[in-house]
């Protein structure tokens, strides 16, 4: 690991003003005057112990005043601001009691000791986990490199990798916890160094390798997260939210569902259907959504959607075994709406 600066900004203005670039700029294309970003840490340290970042100056924001708050506004809904802890997200009553799915999600995500330290705002925002992005000595698309190692049908190590939209980067986003935040349509708020706002709906803040491969989001060197904001349900509203892993402890998720649904009776009004580590970003299924929306959740409609849901994966060499994963955890979260 290389020697850095530590600057430990005052405010959102004050550590806006330090950096000069994102982490996903300093992959694609390595400077020796990096300014970035740490809150929680714990992707970055990852990066920097890894050498695949030497940034110049670490900016912590993590100690920024009013950005580690958990606010309710009756009829509006809820802003998490982006320092505040996974922990305290899991252990607030009004999550558990309004917005099941978010706390499943959380509750789900890493360990007690890694929920303490990671921040919302980091969460959402960090790197995919794929074994040859995080090796300093693959370089793949992502890092200004020739090639997606995890395609190669002979000896990609793809197991864990996209089977929806898995084109030049088959790479699955981390963040479990997007795949809740997108079934409840939430907002990231981002602010720049001109001080100006914008509420960004969380579908439009990821950004997929057929747009860019050198990023996962939209942040620019001088944005921001300061929080995310989170429609207040109705009372005809339910959530369900599923992780399947390889392990019972702590693991990367094979796959993951979030489902919201406004219901009447067993008849969905409305509903969202979100899939985490099935694309190289959180994605919703309209199909699935389209086939539901009012009509009764019946176990042939739910085998239905999940059924429509997997229509356009396309399974690599080695998982396929995602394909009836994701159609019985969806079927699954489906099932605990009633």
Known sequence: MNKFSW???????????????????ELFKPSDQAAIFKSGGIDILDFLKEGLISPKTIINIREIP???KISHEHGVGMTIGANVTLADIEHDGEIQKNYPALYQAVAHAAT???RNMSTLGGNIAQRNR???FRSVEHPCFRKNGDRCFARH????????????????????HASSISTALLALQAKVVIVNDKMEKKEVPIEDFFVSPAQDVSR?????????ITGIKIPTPTANTKSYYIKQVARESYD?????VAVVAEMKGNTCQSITIALGAAA???????????LLKGKQLSDQNIMKAAEKAMEVARPLSKNGYKVPLFKSIISRALKGLA
């Open 252 to 256: 990367w998720s094979l796959a993951d």
């Open 216 to 224: 996962e989001n939209i942040l620019q060197k001088k944005d921001l």
């Open 130 to 132: 794929c074994w040859y």
């Open 280 to 290: 190289p970003t959180p994605i919703r299924s309209y199909e699935a959504e389209a």
């Open 66 to 68: 009013g950005l580690d």
């Open 7 to 25: 600057y430990e900004a005052k405010s959102v203005e004050d550590a806006l003003s330090q950096a000069n670039t994102t982490l996903s700029e």
């Open 153 to 172: 049908s002979q000896t990609g190590q793809n197991e864990g990798h996209a089977i929806i939209d898995n084109g030049s980067c088959v790479s699955v």
């Open 112 to 114: 007690p000791q890694l």
